[in-house]
């Protein structure tokens, strides 16, 4: 009877593990939404910006440039064939996540900063950008960073 409770226990402790690890994942991975902006409100977008995944480990564009303020749309569209992601972050904080990432490969996202995106599927980002100064993106699925999937933002100071 104990090495079946004890079984018991080990089993539902392995599996309340494995589907944290493996389901969807909301917060608690150091992000610092202060320091790249915060999440924007539909009613309050200033522009839409276009944004592609390609299975070359790819986005287009790479870099562009935003003011502090900006409210933008960011409207990703994935044009491969495997899923992408289009992740807002500073560069040593979408570093930490990609290794973790490849820790738990099948990590999907819900956070307002952040967007997993299908082959052929498009999703959106709403974010605000209220501090001057660098905001990396990434796809941060495992390969796909280390083979150049990353770009910047460059937030122009408000004068």
Same mark, same amino acid.
């Given at each position: 009877m104990k090495t079946r409770n004890a079984l018991l226990i080990v089993s539902t402790a392995f599996f309340a593990v494995a589907a944290t690890a493996g389901g969807t994942h909301a917060g608690g991975h150091g992000?610092?939404?202060s320091t790249i902006g915060e999440p924007g409100k539909a009613a309050k977008v200033t522009r839409t910006v276009q944004v592609d995944t390609e299975d070359k480990m790819r986005f287009?564009?790479?870099n562009f440039s935003v003011n502090q303020g900006e409210t933008i749309r960011f409207v990703v569209k994935n044009s491969g064939k495997i899923k992408h +992601?289009?992740?807002l972050g500073k560069?040593? +904080?979408l570093k930490e996540h990609y290794e973790m990432m490849k820790k738990f490969p099948e990590m999907e996202h819900a956070e307002a900063n952040m967007?997993?995106? =299908?082959?052929g599927q498009t999703g959106e980002v709403i974010w605000k950008f209220t501090k001057a100064g660098a905001v990396d993106f990434a796809c941060l699925h495992p390969g796909h960073y280390d083979a =150049?999937?990353?770009g910047a933002i460059k937030v122009a100071s408000a004068k």
């Open positions: 992000h610092d939404e287009s564009p790479e +992601e289009f992740v560069a040593k +904080e967007i997993t995106v =299908g082959p =150049g999937m990353k």
